[in-house]
């Protein structure tokens, strides 16, 4: 048994690295079906299960390192949001973002009051930091996660719900690429407009692609440590009424990742791959403080998940109608929402490689976006409690 908390938290990040190793090195096709993340969360929770660390003595490391890596890990993630490229996107696909962004949300809602009676009263915790990753990504579950304090049980459910959903919903969406035509075709879909916003938006990302090295790596870890330091001095100063310590913190650190984004820090190389790090020791840490047997209520969050995702679709082919939205920005502002910037583009270039830049640029908005709305909606799950 692991008694010492150094050792505790350099076996959760070097167990992270071997699985992340192994999928690059070997291409097991285990990893398409089951990511190293999720991996990383479920034999975790079976390490804590059958007791290879002690709770007890390894809980000063647990919280010294968890809430201090989170919160640098949201800023960094918040670098890739400048505003001033997102406008590239243009009204209707932001529109198109946020009418399944909004959809989501609702469904969340809706499915919390259907369902309370199975999932227990207090599962508006970790269904609101499930909205929050179905409207960005894993990030904004973690985020939420600790603003919320969300269970461990109801947050490993969550996560299950997340990879489950997020391989069938990539699968049919790429199923439905061939039927464009005929969808755009009821829907009456403007696509004008398309193709030239996917040249300027591909443009402006190439361009600023840059080579990682030792200067922005450091700097990135530097400065988003330091923010998260701050972040959590002043979130407990400002906290007031429903906006607790952790919620203030959450907030704070959004807005100072989205201000940050606009300087050259977002222009950067390496944030995507400094975030990723960060997302995987992170959900480590998370996972080790749950046990393997506190998710047996995942049946009853598969079947929620479920609903909402058949709400989200309802909402999106009505929307499509009246609005006349075409399948590729329909399809690639779903899978933005469910999946984040590293997903979007596959369905995106699936239609037209030229239109990957678009998918990534989807999925940053609703890393900006989706912390926010996740707290939103877990505001107004309270009221049915």
């Not at 804590?48 to 968890?66: C, F, G, P, Q, R």
């Not at 919160?71 to 406008?87: Q, S, T």
């Not at 990302?205 to 998260?228: P, Q």
């Not at 909402?315 to 929402?337: E, G, Y």
Request: net charge positive; hydrophobic share 60%; proline share 2%.
């Amino acid at each position: 048994m692991i008694t010492n908390g150094f050792t505790y938290i350099a076996f959760l990040i070097f167990f992270a690295a071997m699985l992340v190793g192994v999928k690059k090195l070997t291409k097991w096709k285990v990893f398409d079906f089951i990511p190293p993340i999720v991996m990383v969360y479920l034999f975790n929770m079976l390490f804590a299960t059958l007791n290879i660390w002690d709770m007890e003595s390894t809980k000063a490391a647990y919280s010294a390192t968890k809430n201090n890596l989170l919160y640098a890990m949201i800023f960094v993630m918040l670098l890739r949001c400048d505003f001033r490229k997102l406008a590239k996107l243009g009204g209707r696909m932001i529109a198109i973002f946020m009418g399944g962004a909004v959809s989501i949300a609702i469904g969340f809602v809706i499915v919390f009051v259907l369902f309370k009676g199975t999932l227990g009263v207090e599962s508006w915790r970790g269904m609101a930091a499930l909205c929050a990753s179905w409207i960005g990504g894993s990030g904004n579950m973690a985020a939420v996660q600790d603003a919320l304090q969300v269970p461990a049980a109801d947050f490993g459910a969550a996560l299950i719900v997340d990879t489950v959903f997020y391989s069938i919903w990539i699968a049919l969406l790429l199923i439905a690429v061939p039927f464009a035509g005929k969808w755009n075709k009821f829907m009456k879909a403007d696509t004008r407009n398309l193709e030239a916003v996917a040249e300027v938006t591909n443009a402006e990302i190439n361009k600023e692609k840059k080579a990682i090295d030792f200067t922005s790596l450091l700097v990135l870890l530097g400065v988003s440590l330091m923010i998260s330091s701050i972040a959590q001095n002043l979130g407990g100063v400002l906290a007031f009424g429903i906006f607790d310590g952790g919620t203030m913190t959450v907030l704070l650190i959004t807005a100072i990742g989205l201000i940050a984004a606009l300087s050259p820090l977002g222009k950067m190389a390496g944030v995507e791959e400094m975030s990723n790090v960060y997302l995987y020791v992170v959900i480590a840490l998370l996972a080790s403080r749950a046990g393997l047997g506190e998710i047996l209520a995942a049946p009853m969050w598969l079947l929620a998940g479920l609903v909402v995702l058949i709400f989200h679709v309802v909402i999106m082919i009505i929307l499509s109608k009246i609005f006349r939205w075409d399948l590729t920005m329909v399809s690639t502002a779903s899978l933005a929402n469910l999946g984040g910037s590293a997903s979007a583009p596959i369905v995106a270039s699936a239609y037209n490689p030229s239109y990957a830049g678009i998918g990534v640029l989807m999925g940053v908005f609703g890393a900006a976006v989706g912390n926010i709305m996740g707290l939103f909606v877990a505001n107004i799950m309270q009221l049915f409690v």
